[in-house]
Structures are given as C-alpha cells and as structure tokens.
C-alpha cells in the first residue's frame, strides 16, 4: 500500500466523532477511503449528517496530520510493524464474518497468526492462584496443539495465557488484543511479557498510536478478542466481570463458549456457573476445548500436569477443593491451630494451598 492510501485509510478512523460503523457504510458506498475524501458534498450526506459531511470536505486537522506523519515514522522504523485495512488480504478473515470489524488494525509481530485457529482466554484480573494457573496450564495445551491463544493482555488471567501459550514455545504463540495504542505498554508491569508476544506472537490494537488507556476503549477492544477466536473460554469471571461481555460478544458472532466451573462458594466461579447454565461448554481440559471445535489433537492433553503431593496428605484430603477456614479444619482435623497453621504454612510454600482473604485456605492441586 502505498503512504498516500495509508493516509486516507488513517484520516478516515481519526476523524472526530466518526466509528467503526460509519467509517464501513462510507467505504460501502464509496469504495475506498480517497474516493469518500474525493466525493462531493451532495453524495456524503445521503450517507452522513451534514457536519460530518463538511468535515470529510475538509482539509484534515493539524492533530490527524501529526498521527499520519507519525504511523509512517513507526511504520518505517520496523519490519515488524503493520497497518493492516479492510482492503488487506493480510486481514484478519475471521473478524470479517463479525458485526463490527475494526477499518483498520495496528500489529507489531507476526500478523500471520491473525488467520490461525484461535482459541481466546479470558478471565479476571484479580485471579486466584488456581486460577492463573489453569490459564496457563489450558493456554500451553493449546499451544502444543497446533491452537494460537488470544487473549487482552490485562493482569490475572489474560497475561497468564499469553504467558502459558509463550511457555509452550510453538508456532502457534499468542495474540494480545490491547485497548491501546500499540506503542503503549499497559499495564506498565507486563512490559518483559509484551516484549515477548511481540517478538513470538502480535499485538495488535484498532488504536491509533499513542492512544492512551481510556476506560470506555476495553470494551470494545473485547468484541476483536472474540471476533479473532472459533471459540471463547472463561477461566475465572465474577459476575460483572468484563469477560461476561467478551463470551456474550463470541455468542452473537456465532464462536463457541466454554467455561471452567469452580467452588459454590468463590465469588469468581460465579460468572463461569452463569455462563453454563446460559449454555456455554462446561470444560475440564483443553482436550475438551480441542474436541468441541473439531481441532482434537492424536493424543489427549490436559488443562495443567497432576503432581502428587508427599506433604501433609491427610491435611490436602481434609481440605477438599473448596475454600475453608482454619477453625473448620481445626474441626475435622482435632489438631490444634497453632498445628495446622505451620503445616499449612509449608504446603503455602510448595504450592500445594493458596491462602485467601478472611484466613481461609484452598487447595490447589
């Protein structure tokens, strides 16, 4: 493509107050976006209101020129860096059986992976451990499956996918759909795992440059994660958590949902529950995930290696898989407190317990 097609694909989503949705009727009715710049007045406004048709008539603003100059700039500076449009075969086609593809698409890293089966993992921010590591454990599988992850490169669950989909150093990696910029790293602590997806994976953005962290642009960013993907799995969501809408996004774009159950009693198994009974997949491994959507792998692969614990077994087997309190082991076990704290203590350590707010303890493998 050439710099001046570029400059009118660019014009045309940093233009105030024009979306996603108007920018395609205007490419429908007109073709490509120098020939909407090209159209006389008369045309615009059997499509847009009048201010924007004058808007569209004029020279572009100060401000959208300093963005294109800068896209250029970035776009030179690195071979790993694309702009790629509607009009792009590179183009992710799945995004394009979807109700609101983005016009255009930022990437730093291998925008190939934009037409591999996909697989996004979504979930809470404020993950439990157990549930950081089912991430991770489902995202690996998939990967060595031949299954590129996507995922939103939030805290919690997303960095713990894009982490697990990396760990299983494949070609398939992982996809990080970010809410910003693609020059921006966000949040500023998953900066070395950023630098990883965009060396083995991509990260791409509908975000012009620079565009900082606006709340109100992660919900949009969800409907790319679960355009991207056949099908959209939800490891931990409390019951208003942002992933319910990336799971909703996939249902009316026809993917697929699963869903990993959890305790009764944990707030962020409450989403996945509500998911299921909604009809989403309940899944216990991604070799249930790989088999629902015809990718099954020869050889069955599971959500996270089973480790067998030499400490403290009589005490994981009172603990059960549900949050508890230590009174209520004090109760089932006779033990004293002071007792089970300093064996809990070392199963903390090994990682065998995770240690919950209120003194409560649950078991993780």
């Known amino acids: 493509m050439q710099a001046a097609e570029r400059a009118a ?19 429908s009715a007109f073709g490509l976006p120098d020939a909407i710049f ?19 008539k004029q020279a572009p603003a100060a401000e959208i020129q300093s963005a294109v100059d800068a896209t ?32 255009v698409l930022f990437a730093v890293g291998r925008v190939e992976l934009l037409n591999r089966p996909t697989i996004a993992i979504v979930g809470s921010r404020n993950a439990t451990q157990q549930g950081v590591s089912n991430a991770e454990g489902f995202a690996t599988a998939l990967a060595r499956a031949g299954v590129t992850v996507v995922s939103g490169l939030a805290l919690g669950i997303d960095a713990a996918a894009h982490r697990g989909a990396l760990a299983a150093d494949t070609d398939a990696s992982t996809v990080a759909v970010v809410g910003t910029g693609v020059d921006i790293v966000y949040p500023a602590s998953n900066r ?7 060396s083995r994976g991509v990260v791409v953005s509908e975000f012009a440059l620079r565009t900082p962290a606006i709340a109100h642009n992660f919900p949009r960013r969800n409907r790319i994660i679960a355009g991207l993907a056949r099908g959209v799995l939800v490891v931990e969501a409390a019951l208003r ?61 599971s959500a996270a290696p089973l480790i067998e614990a030499s400490l403290h077994p009589d005490l994981l087997a009172l603990l059960g898989h549900d949050p ?16 089970l704290s300093g064996a809990l203590l070392e199963l903390e350590l090994a990682q065998y317990v995770e240690r919950l707010p209120g003194n409560r303890y649950q078991r993780l493998r």
């Open 241 to 301: 958590s942002g992933s319910l809408i990336t799971a909703r996004l996939a249902a009316e774009a026809g993917r697929e949902v699963f869903a990993i159950p959890g305790s009764i009693h944990s707030p962020l198994a409450r989403g996945c529950h509500r998911l299921i009974r909604d009809g989403a997949k309940l899944v216990e491994s991604a070799q249930d995930v790989l088999e629902e959507l015809g990718l099954a792998a020869g050889s069955a692969v």
């Open 72 to 103: 250029e700039h970035w776009l030179a500076a690195s071979t790993e860096h694309s702009l790629l449009t509607l009009a792009d075969a590179a183009y992710p086609q799945a995004l394009l059986t979807t109700p609101d593809p983005p016009p």
């Open 192 to 198: 070395e795992l950023m630098k990883g997806i965009r």
């Open 9 to 27: 694909w660019l014009r045309l989503i940093l233009t105030p107050g024009l979306g996603p949705r108007t920018a395609r009727e205007l490419l």
């Open 38 to 56: 090209d159209a006389g007045l008369a045309a615009l406004l059997r499509v847009v209101p009048e201010p924007m048709a004058r808007m569209l």
């Open 324 to 339: 508890v309190d230590l009174d209520r082991l004090v109760e089932r076990s006779g033990r004293s407190a002071g007792e």
